[in-house]
């Protein structure tokens, strides 16, 4: 498929008939020797694959109790059939996730299970030659592990955990993806997903105060490694180069302004999002978040706040405190010492959305919503965020809080259908480590069922406007949505609609504002 094709969008979204490999051979880039090594992992394939990787699974198996169960507990019922995306895109059959698991599940059986070591075919058990390692390495890296196939099965399994452990197997025997593995690598060495090193950051950061004083006239600060600050802000690298990224970490600043409460930007930890996550290799991404927690210790801060990000989020929701002690989860020296640092008053970490919606409950932010009304908004609820975290003190607050925000921003906003939204959202299609230009056919395909809610909300409601918390899934939107015949701008931060509507106080009043 052409990058400026145009993918019609069906009236009705139905299960295509079945293309058989029809997106065989459509893997990503390898990683290099180089990039491979930099993460300890062999730089080429080992001699003994086979076994190497037998040997990982067999660990992972053990390690990871989840893998197992689920492993076990599938008994092919479909009921997960026409729940991925990649698989209502493609129509290929090895993008259900069924299928996809079984990759896994028959060299599982294969050499764990007594049915697979004696009677193989009997149980579909395989083992683990080229063929199947080429299908892993083109399907797992066809998996944005937005965890969708588990909210409908009725044994709650997760494909996006088989995926996981799939490239994590992969990764060990020295076949690795390029784009995530290469961007763990900056991350280590400098910081960020980008490389950038900290004068270029400061530069940025310098721009775009005077972008905003030139615009407002209010001098509004976005400082950088400022020690005894009340706030940590650790926000995906896309806010500091693009749009609309960037609109919305002049957004985050305008809001910290507002508030009167000190924050700062950190060089050493100038990254949110950990792709550990998406490779399953919990100690990559405990490399990165422990650069986040020596950044919180060396500048004494008391709270730590993640930007817009999905997985930088899930990642901090449900791994920081294992990986960092961030929320009471360490015993070693520098947890408890973050630990005795950081204010039990407030939720270790927060989201970016918490700390606004928090000033809007308290009146501590004033919006012309007029500003807004060239828009009509809806919402795209990101996966990590929908199905792997929470936001705030109440049940699914991850879904309430970001509309409301949205709310109190702009006064005309209609969701997307029932079906496709919270719980049950249809993933970008960029997710995963999948937002790479190797894999912009899978991309563009994979996005069809969200494009598609999209639409309907479009023509129903007049919506012009997609906001999202997510740098992948904004990423992603800009790429795809020309597509299917949107508007590329279209796509905005939820702190950009914020950033415009905000009623700026000037310095002088800001100083007399209550800290949060």
Same mark, same amino acid.
Not at 178 to 202: D, S
Not at 207 to 236: A, F, H, N, Q, R
Not at 301 to 319: Q, T
Not at 471 to 489: G, H, M, R
């Given at each position: 498929?052409?990058?400026?094709?145009?993918?019609?969008?069906?009236?009705?979204?139905?299960?295509?008939?079945?293309?058989?490999?029809? %997106?065989?051979?459509?893997?990503?880039?390898?990683?290099?020797?180089?990039?491979?090594?930099?993460?300890?992992?062999?730089?080429? @394939?080992?001699?003994?694959?086979? /076994?190497?990787?037998?040997?990982?699974?067999?660990?992972?198996?053990? @390690?990871?109790?989840?893998?197992?169960?689920?492993?076990?507990?599938?008994?092919?019922?479909?009921?997960?059939?026409?729940?991925?995306?990649?698989?209502?895109?493609?129509?290929?059959?090895?993008?259900?996730?069924?299928?996809?698991?079984?990759?896994?599940?028959?060299?599982?059986?294969?050499?764990?299970? +007594?049915?697979?070591?004696? #009677?193989? @075919?009997?149980?579909?058990?395989?083992?683990?030659?080229?063929?199947?390692?080429?299908?892993?390495?083109?399907?797992?890296?066809?998996?944005?592990?937005?965890? $969708?196939?588990?909210? +409908?099965?009725?044994?709650?399994?997760?494909?996006?955990?088989?995926?996981?452990?799939?490239?994590?197997? %992969?990764?060990? !025997?020295?076949?690795?993806?390029?784009?995530?593995?290469?961007?763990?690598?900056?991350?280590?060495?400098?910081?960020?997903?980008?490389?950038?090193?900290?004068?270029?950051?400061?530069?940025?950061?310098?721009?775009?105060?005077?972008?905003?004083?030139?615009?407002?006239?209010?001098?509004?600060?976005?400082?950088?490694?400022? *020690?005894?600050?009340?706030?940590?802000?650790?926000?995906? &690298?896309?806010?500091?180069?693009?749009?609309?990224?960037?609109?919305?970490? !002049?957004?985050?600043?305008?809001?910290?302004?507002?508030?009167?409460?000190?924050?700062?930007?950190?060089?050493?930890?100038?990254?949110?999002?950990? +792709?550990?996550?998406?490779? =399953?290799?919990?100690?990559?991404?405990? /490399?990165?978040?422990?650069?986040?927690? *020596?950044?919180?210790?060396?500048?004494?801060?008391?709270?730590? !706040?993640?930007?817009?990000?999905?997985?930088?989020?899930?990642?901090?929701?449900?791994?920081?405190?294992?990986?960092?002690?961030?929320?009471?989860?360490?015993?070693?020296?520098?947890?408890?010492?973050?630990?005795?640092?950081?204010?039990?008053?407030?939720?270790?970490?927060?989201?970016?959305?918490?700390?606004?919606?928090?000033?809007?409950?308290?009146?501590?932010?004033?919006?012309?919503? &007029?500003?807004?009304?060239? $828009?009509?908004?809806? +919402?795209?609820?990101?996966?990590?965020?929908?199905?792997?975290?929470?936001?705030?003190?109440?049940?699914?607050?991850?879904?309430?809080?970001?509309?409301?925000?949205?709310?109190?921003?702009?006064?005309?906003?209609?969701?997307?259908?029932?079906?496709? !939204?919270?719980?049950?959202?249809?993933?970008?299609?960029?997710? =995963? =480590?999948?937002?790479?230009?190797?894999?912009?056919?899978?991309?563009?395909?994979?996005?069809?069922?969200?494009?598609?809610?999209?639409?309907?909300?479009?023509?129903?409601?007049?919506?012009?406007?997609?906001?999202?918390?997510?740098?992948?899934?904004?990423?992603?939107?800009?790429?795809?949505?020309?597509?299917?015949? #949107?508007?590329?701008?279209?796509?905005?931060?939820?702190?950009?609609?914020?950033?415009?509507?905000?009623?700026?106080?000037?310095?002088?009043?800001?100083?007399?504002?209550?800290?949060?």
């Amino acid at each position: 498929m052409s990058e400026n094709s145009i993918e019609k969008l069906p009236t009705y979204l139905e299960i295509p008939a079945i293309k058989k490999d029809s %997106m065989s051979g459509n893997g990503p880039f390898k990683a290099s020797a180089e990039v491979q090594s930099e993460l300890g992992f062999p730089g080429e @394939k080992v001699e003994n694959w086979q /076994q190497v990787a037998i040997d990982k699974m067999a660990e992972t198996k053990s @390690k990871y109790r989840s893998v197992q169960v689920f492993l076990d507990a599938c008994v092919k019922c479909g009921a997960c059939t026409d729940k991925c995306h990649y698989y209502l895109g493609t129509a290929d059959p090895k993008n259900m996730p069924v299928a996809r698991q079984d990759l896994f599940r028959s060299v599982y059986r294969r050499h764990f299970t +007594f049915a697979g070591k004696y #009677f193989p @075919k009997l149980v579909g058990a395989k083992e683990l030659d080229e063929a199947m390692l080429d299908d892993w390495y083109n399907y797992f890296h066809q998996c944005s592990q937005c965890r $969708r196939c588990a909210v +409908f099965c009725p044994y709650g399994i997760d494909t996006a955990e088989i995926s996981m452990a799939a490239r994590e197997v %992969m990764n060990v !025997i020295g076949v690795g993806q390029k784009y995530p593995n290469q961007i763990l690598g900056k991350i280590n060495k400098i910081g960020n997903n980008l490389g950038m090193p900290e004068p270029a950051l400061r530069d940025t950061l310098e721009d775009l105060e005077e972008e905003i004083k030139e615009e407002t006239g209010v001098t509004v600060k976005l400082p950088l490694d400022i *020690k005894d600050s009340e706030v940590l802000m650790v926000t995906p &690298s896309a806010d500091f180069f693009a749009e609309p990224h960037i609109d919305g970490l !002049i957004g985050y600043a305008k809001v910290f302004h507002q508030s009167g409460v000190s924050w700062t930007l950190s060089s050493y930890a100038s990254e949110a999002a950990n +792709f550990g996550m998406f490779i =399953g290799n919990y100690d990559v991404m405990k /490399q990165g978040a422990l650069r986040i927690r *020596k950044a919180a210790i060396d500048l004494n801060v008391k709270r730590v !706040i993640v930007g817009e990000c999905g997985h930088a989020w899930r990642v901090a929701y449900s791994f920081w405190n294992t990986l960092t002690g961030l929320g009471r989860g360490g015993n070693d020296e520098y947890s408890l010492k973050l630990q005795q640092q950081l204010d039990s008053n407030y939720p270790q970490p927060q989201h970016i959305i918490e700390f606004t919606y928090d000033l809007i409950q308290q009146d501590k932010l004033l919006f012309d919503k &007029s500003k807004n009304d060239h $828009r009509v908004v809806t +919402f795209h609820d990101s996966c990590n965020v929908a199905r792997g975290s929470n936001m705030g003190d109440i049940e699914n607050g991850q879904f309430i809080l970001p509309r409301e925000v949205i709310k109190a921003a702009c006064n005309n906003f209609a969701d997307m259908p029932k079906g496709t !939204i919270k719980a049950s959202t249809f993933c970008c299609g960029g997710g =995963g =480590g999948l937002l790479t230009d190797d894999l912009i056919e899978l991309r563009i395909k994979g996005a069809k069922p969200r494009m598609h809610a999209l639409k309907q909300t479009e023509e129903r409601n007049g919506v012009n406007t997609l906001a999202a918390i997510c740098a992948i899934c904004k990423s992603q939107f800009s790429k795809v949505l020309p597509n299917y015949e #949107f508007d590329p701008y279209m796509i905005v931060s939820v702190h950009q609609l914020v950033s415009d509507a905000i009623i700026l106080s000037d310095d002088s009043e800001n100083s007399n504002n209550q800290a949060l």
